[in-house]
């Protein structure tokens, strides 16, 4: 049981430090992170080191999409558990300016 407990601590410490790195993703075009934006979906990190990370973009044909990716690739990689990282873009559910926090709306100045 206490081995359980510590491993969840330890997840936890590193889906922490996944984000923490994430929100250092800025959307070239909007200036807010990629987090707050609500473009990340899904983050899965496997035993090996491959980090997968399954997010969108505030639309499709986005001209800096290759720019994004690099930037989540090269800050994820700061982290000494994850070895390599798979960007993978998903279209649904769509983005909306709903996704966004609290924070972004204001940053952005859209009222919901």
Sequence with gaps: MA???KMTQ????????IFEQLEQVIDPELGVD????GLVYEV???????????MTLTTIGCPLADVI???????L???EAIKEVNVEFVWYPA?????MSRYARIALG???
């Design 77 to 79: 990689l700061k982290i």
């Design 3 to 5: 081995d359980e407990i």
């Design 34 to 37: 990629i987090v707050n934006l």
């Design 69 to 75: 990716v690099q930037d989540v690739k090269q800050q």
């Design 95 to 99: 983005w909306t300016p709903e996704r």
């Design 110 to 112: 859209v009222k919901l």
């Design 44 to 54: 899965d990190l496997n035993e090996e080191g491959l980090c997968q990370v399954k």
């Design 10 to 17: 330890v997840e936890e410490a590193l889906k922490f430090a």
